[in-house]
């Protein structure tokens, strides 16, 4: 799979909290981060709107980087879907999710995993899950969900019901990610067969105040109940938040209130916790 030219370099500006913004320039590529196995599944607790009850989870990557420690995708994630990268990182993750869902102590959860838009149009990506399926048998592939954004979507609004069709024909769930985002949400919704809506955090994030906010996810909520698909609210940071998308009945809920993505051990740290209580 090497390329034969034009071997870019990730350039990065470290977190604020890193390196006064200095740009860091990794010498390593993605690629060769992937097959080092430097790129990991982090994993957030999605609960119940109840908040008492842990559904599952959502996959997010990071790059675990030998000198720069633990890099967020937000700073290798843009320039990897530039040069295409990000094909073989969604591959890659759906790999280790796949591994990671054989594991008995996730038996049960649903596990979300992020797809680019350029895997999710991508002529084998079917055939890839399918292959998937069959080399990790054990995995209950009714507990995956894949979540594609509003922006993949309305690329090819046509095309994206087809393919989310076929995954669906292989037992897999669809997610659609950010929502309320774009511009012609509602308009395209009756066309993509997806079973969960989930509410972008900029609309959350500034609830319970902001009156706006609150007509525009209750009325996400409203709709997408008489659309009969599962609602998460995404980014609930605090009481107050989670008691508000209670109230309106969202059945899942996604936040730093619940907990930050985890790295594996932490996350089977926080399942032990979980359990005793
Ligand atoms: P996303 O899919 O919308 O994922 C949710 C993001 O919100 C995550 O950021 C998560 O850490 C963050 N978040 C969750 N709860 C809260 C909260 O309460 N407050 C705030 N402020 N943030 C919260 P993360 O992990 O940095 O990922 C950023 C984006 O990168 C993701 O947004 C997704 O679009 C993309 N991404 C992550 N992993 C993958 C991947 O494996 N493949 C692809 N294609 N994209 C990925
Ligand atoms: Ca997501
Ligand atoms: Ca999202
Ligand atoms: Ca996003």
Same mark, same amino acid.
């Given at each position: 799979l090497a390329k034969e030219s034009g071997r870019s370099n990730y350039k990065f500006f470290a977190n604020e909290t890193l390196q006064n913004k200095q740009p860091i320039l990794l010498e390593s590529e993605l690629c060769s981060a992937i097959a080092n196995g430097e790129i990991q599944v982090f994993f957030q607790p999605k609960m119940a709107s109840t908040g008492d009850c842990l559904y599952g989870m959502e996959a997010l990557c990071r790059w675990i980087h030998p000198v720069h420690g633990i890099i967020p995708p937000a700073q290798f994630i843009p320039l990897a879907e530039k040069n295409g990268d990000i094909v073989v990182l969604d591959k890659k993750m759906i790999e280790l999710v796949f591994a990671e869902m054989n594991k008995k102590a996730f038996h049960g959860l649903h596990v979300a995993v992020n797809i680019s838009t350029q895997q999710f149009y991508n002529n084998h990506f079917v055939s890839f899950i399918h292959k998937q399926m069959q080399d990790n048998p /054990? $995995?209950? $592939? #009714? !507990?995956l969900e894949i979540e594609i954004t509003e922006e993949t979507a309305i690329q090819d609004v046509e095309g994206a019901a087809q393919t989310i069709t076929e995954l669906k024909e292989l037992g897999i769930r669809i997610a659609l990610d950010d %929502?309320? !985002?774009? %511009? +012609? #949400? &509602? +308009?395209?919704l009756k066309q993509l067969p997806v079973d969960t809506l989930k509410i972008d955090r900029a609309f959350i994030? +500034? &609830?319970? /105040?902001d009156f706006q906010d609150q007509a525009i996810v209750s009325s996400i909520v409203t709709l997408a109940k008489k659309l009969e698909l599962a609602i998460v609210a995404e980014g609930v940071e605090s009481q107050e938040q989670l008691n508000w998308v209670q109230d309106l009945k969202c059945d899942y809920a996604q936040g730093y209130m619940f907990s930050k993505p985890l790295q594996t051990s932490e996350f089977l740290t926080y399942l032990q916790a979980f359990n005793k209580e």
């Open positions: /054990e $995995v209950d $592939v #009714s !507990k %929502f309320g !985002k774009g %511009f +012609n #949400s &509602l +308009n395209y994030a +500034n &609830l319970p /105040e």
